[in-house]
C-alpha cells in the first residue's frame, strides 16, 4: 500500500480539477536531465550496521561536559537541574505542538502564562510573549516592532557594535529589502559609547544596546535611554538573563523592548539548539510585539482559566498579516525555563549570578598575572572578559584542547579587526576553582612555550 493511498479515479479527478493531462505534465518545466538525477548513494545497510554508523558519528562530538569549558559567546553551559529534565519529559508536554485549538489545553497555555509572568519579573517589563526561536530572531522582531511603532519615520536603527554579532547579522537578514539604515555598526574600529549615542536623530526608530555587551561588560542603560527617548526612539536591550539575578533590570533604566538568548535557563548547550528567544517590552507596544501571548481569564463558571490572547496575527488565522511565524515547540523550552526559574527561585538565581560574577573576576585576577596576558580593562563585567593573548588565539586553544582537554575562549579577531589575539572567556557556576586553576597553569605554559 502506498503512503497516499490515492486510486486511479482520484488521480484522473485531481487532475481534471487543474487542468493537467497527466501527472508528468506537472513536471513539464522541470528538464528531463534533472528529473531524476543519479544521487550517487552509498550501497544500503542493514539496521545494524546504520546504527554503527551513526555511533561512530555521535563519538566525533566532544561534549562540552567532558571537560572544563570556558567558551560563551552567547551559550553558555549552566547547571540544569534535574527536575527540568523529568518535567520535560512527562508524555503530555514533551510531544506536544503549536496549539491550534489552545483552550483545550490549559496546562501548556497556563506553563506559558507562567513562563511571561517570570520572563516580566526578570526584565522588569508589563508584557512577554511566548518566545522566539533565539536570541537573535527575538532581536530582529524587536526592530520590527520598532519600525512598526515608528511608521512615520524613515526607517533608521542605530545598533551598538558589541552587541552579539550573529544578532546583528540575524537583524539585517530580517530587514533586507526594507530600505533600513542601520548605523553604529558598520566601522571596523567601534565606535566609543558616548559616540553611538549621538548617532540616535529623529528618523531613529530604536537604539540597541546590549549589557553585559558581547565583551561581557555592563554598559550604561540610563545615558542610553535618555539618548533614545531624548528623540523620540525605542531603547531595546539585549540582556543575559542569569545576569538579572545579581543586576537591577532594564526596565529600571528605561529599556521599551528586552530581548535575548534564554538557553541558560534550563536549556543546556544541546550543542546548539533548540534555543529561546525572551522578548518583554511595555504594555503600550503589545499590539506590535510579534508571537503569541497568553493571558488569564475566568470561564462561565467563574473558574481561573488560560486564553491564547492577540492571537489574529498569527499564521493560523489571517496568515497573510503574520508578522511573525513561530511553528515549532518553542513551547518546550519555555517550560524549561519556567521550570528552571521556579526551580531555583529569586534566591538560587542570585547565587547563581554571584558564583558566575565572582568566579568570572577570580579568573581575570589570575589570567592578569601571567607573562604575556593582559585583561581587557574598562567597565565592569559579568561572567565574561576579554584577553590579550601573546600567540594566535586559534593556536592557543588548540593546545588548551589537545594538551590539557580544556575548551578555551571565543576569538574575538573573528568579528573585531581591532581585536586581533584577543579572546573572550566565561565562567559559570560549572567551573570551580581547580578548574579556573588549571586553565591558569595551562595558559602560563603556553606563553613560556
Known sequence: MPYIPHSDKDRSSMLAAIGADSIDALFADVPTSIRFPDLELPEPLSEMEVRWELENLAWANSPAGDGPCFLGAGAYRHYVPAVVDSVLRRGELFTAYTPYQPEIS??????????????????????????????????????IAALSVHRSRRPKVVVSPFVHPQYRAVVRTYTQGMGLTIAGDEREQPLEYDALLELVDEETSCLIVQS?????????????????????ALL??????????????????????????????????????????????RREHVRKMAGRVVGQTVD??????????????????????????????????????????????KRGLRQVAELCFHRAHYAAGRIGELSGFS???GQPFFKEFAVRCPKAVAEINRRLLDDNGIVGGYDLGRDYPGLQDHMLLCVTEMNPRQEIDALVEALAEVSEG
Open 236 to 281: 531595546v536591550v539585549v540582556t543575559d538573563p542569569i545576569a538579572l539575578g545579581l543586576f537591577r533590570p532594564p526596565g529600571d533604566y528605561g529599556a521599551d523592548i528586552v530581548v535575548g538568548e534564554g538557553q541558560a535557563l534550563g536549556g543546556g548547550l544541546n550543542f546548539g539548539g533548540p534555543y529561546l528567544g525572551f522578548f518583554a517590552t
Open 106 to 143: 490549559q496546562g501548556t497555555l497556563q506553563a506559558i502564562f507562567e513562563y511571561q509572568t517570570m520572563i516580566c519579573s526578570l526584565t522588569g517589563m508589563e508584557v512577554s510573549n511566548a518566545s522566539h526561536y533565539d536570541g537573535a530572531t527575538a532581536t530582529a522582531e524587536a526592530v
Open 375 to 377: 585583561v581587557v580593562k
Open 212 to 232: 553585559p555587551s558581547f565583551l561581557g561588560q555592563i554598559e550604561e542603560l540610563e545615558s542610553a535611554a535618555d539618548a533614545a527617548h531624548r528623540k523620540g
Open 300 to 345: 462561565a463558571e467563574g473558574r481561573r482559566g488560560f486564553v491564547l490572547t492577540l492571537s489574529t496575527r498569527e499564521q493560523h488565522i489571517r496568515r497573510e498579516k503574520a508578522t511573525s511565524n513561530i511553528c515549532t515547540n518553542q513551547g518546550l523550552m519555555a517550560l524549561a525555563a519556567a521550570v528552571y526559574l521556579t526551580a531555583m527561585g
